[in-house]
């Protein structure tokens, strides 16, 4: 053996390492972005908890934010500086799943259920009249991407109840236990 064929050898062996070495390097980046999107959609999910718990635990303020959101009007002036933070908190959380979407840190299938949520209270009434007043506090993105689904005309919690849609055949599936 000459040393032509021992280099043409080591470049082989050289290639070869460079290519295991490539595919160890992707694989690690697959797995990498996988382990990044699972705890991005987990500290989204963990936010939307964290948000919806007061709502949960305090009728008032469950009140304030479902009257807020279909006619702020009808809250009285602390009502409406209560809708208001949590209008803020809330469009802060949106913010953020949205900023983690276009950074490819979200699933795009988990991001499209909280676009359909984040569309409807884009839509909302309460949350036009809030969004008049401080948009200009979020990312242009942000707000390009709000004001992206029009004019108010949500389906709200309230309007689903009157109309009898809400959980089920009838406004009274909830008190039937459906």
């Known amino acids: 053996m000459n040393w032509t064929a021992i280099g043409a050898i080591g470049e082989i062996l050289g290639a070869a390492g ?5 595919v160890y390097l992707a694989r690690q ?5 996988r382990a990044t999107r699972l705890a991005t ?25 479902q009257v807020g959101t279909e006619d702020p009007t009808k809250l009285d002036e ?7 933070e949590l209008c803020f908190s809330l469009l802060r959380m949106f913010e953020d799943a949205h900023y983690q979407h276009q950074q490819g840190a979200l699933d795009p299938d988990i ?6 949520l984040y569309a409807a209270y884009a839509k909302a009434p309460g949350f036009q009249a ?21 004019s108010p005309g949500v389906t709200t919690w309230g309007t689903l109840k009157q109309e009898g849609e809400y959980l089920g055949s009838g406004s009274d599936a909830f008190a039937a236990g459906r």
Do not use: C, H, M
């Open 18 to 22: 460079v290519i295991i070495t490539l």
């Open 78 to 84: 602390k009502e409406q500086a209560r809708f208001i």
């Open 41 to 65: 959609a987990q500290s989204i999910s963990a936010a939307a908890r964290d948000w919806n718990r007061p709502l949960l635990l305090d009728r008032e303020l469950a009140w304030t934010f």
């Open 111 to 116: 991001w499209k259920g909280y676009e359909k």
């Open 130 to 150: 809030y969004w008049k007043q401080r948009r200009e506090t979020f990312r242009p993105e942000f707000r390009e991407f709000i004001e992206g689904y029009g």
């Open 29 to 33: 980046v697959r797995q990498n972005t």
